[in-house]
Structure formats: structure tokens, C-alpha cells
């Protein structure tokens, strides 16, 4: 794991890889309530029996926008910023499907900085951040992370 003491300390690690997240497994019960919570409720995510019989490789996948939610929480695997305010999701750039991740695969983060600019309130982080899936020879999903770092 990458320490810095402040954000602006990401700077020095501008078009670095600075790591990978652990593995995350994706299960139907996380499919399903995520499908709960957004409405998504198509039957490639939920409808196990039918994806068995439709599907290529018989699984339910998830859905892309359920595993960039865990970008998040896995990103605190890679690195940590020991002074700093909130972290505020800004948005993503290029945000890519590249493959369907079947239930049941195990995925995990990696991130590259790509630049540390000052911001009025703190430290503008970009990075490129690919959701690798354990076992493919290509990212699941590749986007420009952005986010501000307010200052402590």
C-alpha cells in the first residue's frame, strides 16, 4: 500500500502503477441487490435458470456499473492519504465495458496516477483504473477515475 501524507504527495507518482486491490468475488446476492436498488432487473443479472440455457458460459453477469461501485471501496487497498478532508468522486472519462464478468468471477482493482493537480479546495487525483477479472487476458473495464481530495 502507497502512504502519502498529503494528496498533493501523489504528485511524485504521476504515470506510476501504484497497485492492486485485493480480489472481490461477485455474487448473485450482490447482483441481485444491487438490481433491487437501481430497477436494473434485466434477466442476463438476475435470472440464473435462463442465463444457464442463454447465456455464454450459462452464468448470470454483472452489471458494469455495479463492479465500478466498488472502485471506491477497493482503492483504499492501494493507498492512503494520512491528511486530508473528504474525498469527492468528481466523475470518470472513458469509462470502457471491455467484458462481461460472469458471477462467481473474482475482480480487482488496479490504479495508475496520472496527475495530482492543485485545487482551490485541495488536490484534483486522476488515475487509470482497471477492473481486472482473475483469469482474463484483458481488463473487465478500464476508465479515467477523477477525484477531489479537500484539504484536512
Do not use: C
Amino acid at each position: 500500500m502507497l502512504t502519502v501524507e498529503h494528496a498533493s504527495d501523489l504528485a511524485a507518482h504521476a504515470g506510476q502503477a501504484i497497485g492492486h486491490s485485493g480480489w472481490v468475488e461477485i455474487t448473485q446476492v450482490a447482483i441481485d441487490d444491487f438490481a433491487r436498488l437501481t430497477g436494473d432487473d434485466h434477466w442476463i443479472h438476475v435470472d440464473v435458470e435462463r442465463a444457464a440455457r442463454e447465456m455464454p458460459g450459462g452464468k448470470t453477469i454483472a452489471h458494469g456499473l455495479y463492479v465500478v461501485s466498488l472502485m471506491p471501496r477497493m482503492q483504499r487497498d492501494i493507498y492512503k492519504v494520512e491528511k486530508r478532508g473528504r474525498g469527492l468522486n468528481y466523475g470518470y472519462d472513458r469509462l470502457r465495458f471491455v467484458l462481461p464478468i460472469p458471477v462467481g468471477s473474482r475482480v480487482r482493482l488496479s490504479l495508475t496516477i496520472v496527475e495530482a493537480a492543485p485545487h482551490a479546495r485541495g488536490t484534483r487525483l486522476t488515475s487509470e483504473a482497471s477492473m481486472e477479472m482473475e483469469g482474463a487476458d484483458k481488463p473487465a473495464i478500464v476508465a479515467r477515475h477523477i477525484m477531489l481530495i479537500e484539504n484536512p
